[in-house]
């Protein structure tokens, strides 16, 4: 979801060297597997292309989620399978249909390796399967997932110089774009691609007559971060916070958080309850909450309550963009967190700017805490790095 | 609506002492109430941050209308609270809510001393009075104002560094924006906020079956002018007029003129009766024809003439749009005027672009003329400064 | 549909003194009327006012379909009132309309005589007129023509500083915006200006009950070219891309190929069957196919290879617009291929981008061979010029 960081290994491996006790040796392996893992990386560049490929549809992978990590793609993709191994080949379909695309109309190799040109597609592909009326392994609708993943490559690659002049990344611009476009190009009728409509959340038939299940909303909230990859298993969601974890502890509490901030502005309009035990109310919450709490911003107090801001205009921007797309029978999907994000880093507003990352910059939550204090620390003593 | 303008106060100081008659004298206390005030605001820069507050929220009460005078914004709230106590005290929560959010996310002070994180908060609270169907003192009501208030903040914020690329001011678009989401949000079924939805001016059930009133249809060209704070009756919008003039006479004349305009487009496209005489027809012809002519550009006539132009393209996009939002429930609010004053401010046309003010310059339509006036004498004579 | 290109005149010059034999004589007075005849231009220079509007309004009418040559205009016109003279008068009026309006509000000379300000009009009043629902001869129609048009020109001077950050032209976005707002602005029960509502390709009361006829799919694919002057007769259609043939016999391939192509979509949606036979189906994949091959991009088989992908991309576009905008009752018009072509010229892939030819320099695609050659050449022996 944003341009690939140039690596500031050398400081990481500074602090390996100066520390050399055995316990912080231990504490090194397991953090092999955390974080951006750029020195993995390096190692796989002499690797041949289809090697090299596993690691960038990963990579790939775990970008949905604002994640960089080959291993928490690798968590989430097992989840996928978990939960419907259509889905995940689905997904796996559309990732490959547009990472390719991407070597082939010869994107940025730096931007493919990244995984930069597959979410998106992965995205598309599995909201298809999702929306499709035809029922799981209905061969033909990888056609569809190929052409839509290659055409989220061509928008990604177009809307990249637009965004640019703003430092935005193009974030799932492209999936939200594509999805719509497709769904409003089938249609419920069409006899090839049929799909259901989409409900909108305050439709006058979506009223509530039941009582409210206070465990299954709490379980929605764990659901929140499964439905970013349009999952509605618990279990599967439950593993892929943890492909999450793995990436960044904060990033992994920020999507609890705003999945349930979510939840929350669910309640306060009275959506259906279907909609809360789903998760499909949090998802947005989530990904508003993540994006501005530690990934585009150095973490601290007062980016930690705007993310929660963001939460809320999210969930509540979704709200009103689901009922207003379900009027013809379409879904929000993420635009309301899309959109939201976009704002928060256009803000211009002191106390949220100054926190701001360059896009170029963005790493893991963690690695940027690290970063800002060299930079602060760099700043006293002599400013003529970084 | 626009970033306050460095004062030029000189000029205008060097005129008094240069006159000096009695005559003047008298003149010179009347003029105190007029224009932009940018004297007053010095003497309130010493003063507690309370009295300071009142003089923020009485500007950005008169922003709405283009204005930027704290007189003006006190005979404006007085008119609101003539015409409903309940919608004056929506207004002002949205206003405080708005302009606090500015102060406590650190937006720069002199654009919130200049009333302009104000007046988008302002009309979104008073739209959300307006469109309610749970009826006046619902207190319930001052939440989402201040959180809608609060929103058009952030959006504020955002949406300047989009915008700034090309000179332009961020005007209303982010209480149409607010707005929009907000009704969508809530829709016309919700338990807790209930809404009217609109009715589009072209709907079938709005067709005519009676004489038109041309007595109601002059009156409604008065209240259009009022209908820029949606409000609805003869007595506030005149008094509404009122403050205009004191702003600025040219402003006033451009109001009832673009209203007028917005009438006759109303005729031309035979919308409902109703919208003719509550003065819906003509709010955005209004505000269209004042931000050409005078405020954005030096009056001349032919400025005059684009002015006119602006008016017609405000009143018949307003219809359009009216009908497409229509279809969902949804008002167009002043999406018509802004957007075609945006349109406005890029005309590259070179009978038009060469009157354009840079929106760090713009005051009152006065203040432009005479400042307009000096470019060209400075010009002359030498071209050192300005 | 592009700015007009600073002649290369001289280049074209030195080719024909340098061959001096008399077959290739013959073959420049051929070639007299052939690409965008820069030569006639000049001679018109000195012409009174009245001769020199006829060849900008004539090179405007060859603009829509993104020609420039006076004699395809004159083509085509003659095409237009061979299908119906109403239509024809409609689109000189709009045409008209919308060069004056340029020439009063003080456009740029160079952009009006290459009719750059006339082509939006002329599609709009077509449109007005095809939609029209009091038939044909319905004199008032001519008020909302002019209106349109001269709105147009507004538009053409506003997105030109929008679209010019990225180098893009502003294409025909100012006359889908302005048919959209008119249909939406008058409705299907206006008094005045009644118009059919548009049927949506995909709607249920749509579906085919009969078998499908292919010579009139292969008939529909020529009809395809002639739909972008919305006129869905053969012997017109035919004679339109006789006028494309004249101007580039590059652009008339892409032209069919596109229609083609969009036609296939068609049938790979199942749309109605009188959308392919009407060729509703195949002019936005006509339009997306030209602007790729050849056009903005020196022709190569990569460019070939996108312009079929941008004609895909616009048929599917338009089919999924034409959905959405269908519910609502308004037509798509050319919005997917002006969306696409827009999407093709931002591309930031080096395969495609390589080949981009700025605004400024673009002229028939021969011509653009023809000065790309120039360039690879200049850059090997010396590079001072170009």
Redesign the interface.
């Given at each position: 979801m944003w341009t690939p960081e140039k690596s500031e290994g050398p400081a990481r491996g500074q602090a390996h060297t100066a520390a050399g006790s055995s316990r912080q040796k231990v504490i090194s392996v397991l953090l092999y597997c955390t974080g951006e893992m750029t020195h993995f990386s390096k190692i796989m560049e002499d690797k041949p292309f289809p090697v090299q490929l596993v690691e960038w549809v990963l990579r790939g992978v775990s970008r949905v989620i604002l994640a960089n990590n080959p291993v928490s793609g690798a968590l989430i993709l097992g989840a996928l399978v978990m939960a419907s191994p259509w889905q995940a080949l689905m997904g796996t379909v559309g990732l490959l249909a547009s990472t390719l695309t991407?070597v082939?109309?010869?994107?940025?190799s730096a931007e493919i390796a990244g995984g930069l040109h597959g979410f998106n597609g992965m995205l598309v592909a599995l909201l298809m399967g999702v929306f499709s009326a035809a029922g799981d392994w209905y061969w033909w609708l990888l056609l569809p997932a190929c052409l839509g993943g290659a055409?989220c490559t061509?928008?990604f690659?177009?809307?990249?110089?637009?965004l640019d002049?703003?430092d935005l990344p193009v974030a799932v611009f492209p999936f939200n774009m594509v999805i719509?476009?497709?769904l409003?190009?089938?249609?419920p009728?069409?006899?090839?691609f049929p799909h259901n409509p989409a409900t909108p959340p305050?439709a006058?038939e979506a009223?509530n007559h039941t009582q409210l299940h206070v465990p299954e909303v709490l379980q929605g909230v764990v659901v929140g971060v499964g439905q970013i990859y349009a999952c509605g298993a618990f279990g599967p969601s439950l593993l892929i916070l943890g492909a999450v974890l793995v990436f960044s502890p904060i990033m992994a509490i920020h999507a609890l958080l705003g999945s349930g901030i979510g939840t929350l502005v669910g309640l306060?309009?009275?959506v259906r309850h279907s909609a809360l035990y789903s998760g499909l109310s949090g998802f947005n919450g989530a990904l508003g909450c993540m994006a501005v709490g530690g990934l585009f911003f150095t973490f601290s107090w007062r980016t930690h309550l705007?993310a929660i801001?963001s939460a809320?205009?999210s969930a509540?921007?979704d709200?009103?963009?689901s009922?207003?797309l379900g009027?013809?029978g379409l879904p929000a999907c993420s635009w309301g967190a899309t959109l939201i994000a976009?704002?928060?880093l256009?803000?211009?507003?002191?106390?949220?700017s100054a926190y701001r990352i360059a896009i170029g910059r963005v790493g893991s939550p963690e690695h940027n805490l690290v970063t800002h204090r060299h930079w602060e620390e760099g700043a006293k003593e002599d400013s003529t790095d970084v």
């Open positions: 991407a082939i109309i010869g994107q940025d055409t061509f928008l690659s177009g809307l990249a110089p637009l002049r703003w719509v476009l497709f409003a190009c089938t249609g009728n069409n006899p090839y305050g006058p009223l306060s309009m009275a705007f801001a809320f205009m509540y921007t709200i009103a963009l009922n207003l009027t013809v976009t704002l928060m256009l803000l211009t507003a002191r106390h949220l």
